[in-house]
């Protein structure tokens, strides 16, 4: 009898799909066997059939409670089925998994590498191009930090504190942009705006507009979801904020304007944000620090609006005599957070 402690990759299933020399693109083999769904899903997110020269070495995406990652080779591309957000981690193994393969010509090596990060964390005996992978190495927050709250801000000015409300009061964020690269980098950039939940759970990077993952996308009440498609755009049911990355412009949908108002709270925050991506001497990570501490004293404030650690109703916020837009914004970010008697 053998006992095996599942490792902390997370890892569901590895698949091997290739492009043949008729430019088909062929399900080759997976492990453990996958349901038609998820092959037809694995299948459309392959790259392998876009050009020469615009296929993305490496990709991920998310639906339901899985994540998915993918890297190309010359020869094909390997997809992994895990169940965390961790892209380094997965580039790491999905390079192992891949020359592997192109080495020995069988799915075999594969298995064996996968079965070792599987049961133990770990693969001691990667191909002569790979160092060894240990997942107990890959920090999620270093993950969660990749790329730069500073470049975003810079990016989007003050429409920045557009898309940090809508991320505080939970609302749906569509972003859009014709390279999928760069729906990926901002899609896993964003949460940055709200540290203090630190919930990359929230991010689908490479939605496509069919049934299959709008259904999916349907079941959340909240997102982070990314398209290459220009005609989400037209489809303000799927979001309440949408980001143009291309034109670096973020629109309100008709719909949402009322949870849109600004207030002096929304301008003493942005205002303080854009100082801090001016002081070139603070670091992108304390940058992520100053703006997550300036939501975290907004929230004592909210919570203490209640009596003796209560409820917060609009009763209480309306005797406050407080600006239509703030008792709005206050009501919904109590809401969002949990403080508010239903």
């Known amino acids: 009898i053998r006992s095996y402690t599942m490792a902390s990759t997370g890892l569901l299933a590895v698949t091997l799909i290739e492009k043949d020399t008729n430019n088909d693109i062929l ?28 296929q993305l070495e490496f990709s991920f995406g998310h639906i339901g409670q899985k994540w998915y990652y993918q890297q190309n080779f010359q020869t094909g591309g390997t997809d992994k089925l895990p169940k965390d957000f961790s892209p380094e981690q997965y580039f790491h193994l999905a390079k192992i998994f891949g020359l ?9 090596s594969i298995v064996a590498h996968y079965l070792s990060a599987y049961t133990k964390g770990n693969v001691s005996n990667p191909p002569e191009a790979c160092e060894s992978f240990v997942a107990q190495n890959y920090d999620v927050r270093k993950a969660y930090t990749t790329y730069s709250l500073r470049d975003v801000v810079r990016q989007f000015g003050v429409e920045t504190v557009l898309v940090y409300n809508a991320l505080l009061l939970k609302k749906r964020v569509a972003v859009y942009a014709p390279a999928l690269e760069s729906v990926l980098q901002l899609c896993q950039t964003l949460p940055l705006l709200v540290w ?9 990077p490479n939605v496509d507009l069919n049934d299959l993952e709008l259904d999916d996308l349907a079941t959340h009440s909240t997102y982070i979801a990314g398209f290459t498609d220009t005609a989400v755009e037209g489809r303000s049911d799927l979001y309440d904020l949408f980001i143009n990355v291309a034109a670096a412009s973020v629109t309100v949908a008709q ?37 997550s501490s300036k939501t975290k004293e907004l929230l004592v404030n909210v ?11 609009l009763d209480l916020l309306r005797a406050r005599k407080l600006s239509p837009a703030t008792e ?12 508010v008697e239903m």
């Open 27 to 54: 399900w080759v083999w997976s492990y453990p066997t996958m349901d038609d769904a998820t092959r037809e899903l694995l299948l459309r997110k392959c790259t392998l059939s876009q050009e020469e020269g615009k």
């Open 100 to 108: 592997s393969y192109l080495k020995s010509g069988s799915p075999v």
């Open 196 to 204: 203090h939940r630190q919930n990359w759970n929230i991010v689908y």
């Open 255 to 291: 719909h949402a304007k009322d949870s849109f108002g600004m207030t002096k709270l929304h301008k003493d925050i942005i205002f303080h944000l854009m100082q801090c991506v001016q002081n070139e001497s603070l670091s992108d990570n304390a940058i992520v620090k100053e703006l």
């Open 303 to 313: 919570s203490s609006l209640a009596p003796n650690g209560g409820k917060i109703t």
């Open 328 to 339: 709005t914004f206050l009501f919904s970010l109590a809401a969002a957070e949990g403080l």
